[in-house]
């Protein structure tokens, strides 16, 4: 079965950086693209970055772009967001999606 398991989270001053990492499994993973989400406290969860099965294309919510990377290794089924100048409003729960699965999240935290 499809599953995915994000980690890499944590707390993080802001202008602080950090790189979150799902590892898939169950489907085969370089045929696929893969999304990143978040959701934070009182508020839906959002699109982050999205990245095509070869990972020639990406694309990034207008808040984070700049400064967050998606990226992938098919080879390792893994997926991978590389998240620079992190800023309060970043704060939430991190979230990997693949043909509408979810994984369990990891928790990104931004304080001083």
């Known amino acids: 079965q499809v599953q995915l398991v994000e980690s890499g989270g944590g707390l993080v001053q802001p202008g602080g950086s950090l790189r979150l990492s799902c590892a898939a499994s169950g489907f085969t993973f370089s045929n696929y693209m893969m999304t990143w989400y978040r959701q934070a406290p009182g508020k839906e969860r959002e699109l982050v970055a999205q990245i095509t099965s070869t990972g020639r294309s990406t694309g990034y919510a207008d808040s984070v772009k700049d400064r967050f990377t998606i990226s992938r290794d098919n080879a390792k089924k893994m997926v991978y967001l590389q998240m620079n100048s992190l800023k309060l409003e970043d704060t939430a729960v991190y979230y990997c999606?693949?043909?509408?699965?979810w994984g369990q999240g990891t928790q990104v935290t931004v304080s001083s």
């Open positions: 999606n693949a043909l509408g699965y």
